[in-house]
């Protein structure tokens, strides 16, 4: 069992920055893959950063470049540094963990967090 909790969503002016917290706790040293997903209102859930325990990264078009995703294993926390965010980037956050090897993208996430909002305006 892994238990995820995210902060640091708030609002922000479109070209603004804010960085996100997922702080894991349980059986995290099973932990393969964590990521971050968002859901916008009215639309489906949508994989934005993936790292493994290993540190390789994968993100989606739409935020490469301007998300960067990485983790503190000494604190069991996982971040997203999100720079020049967009109205398009207003979503719930949740941060995902999951137990599988392979690929992150695409991976099973079993666990997650219970969401943070983000809101742009431009």
Known sequence: ???LVESGGGSVQ???SLRLSCAASGDTARTYCMAWFRQAPGSGREGVAWISTAGSTDYADSVKDRFTISQDN???TLYLQMNNLKPEDTATYYCAAS???GRCA???YAYWGQGTQVTVSS
């Open 1 to 3: 069992q892994v238990t």
């Open 14 to 16: 479109s070209g603004g």
């Open 74 to 76: 000494g604190k069991n």
């Open 99 to 101: 137990l599988r090897r």
């Open 106 to 108: 695409g991976n099973f």
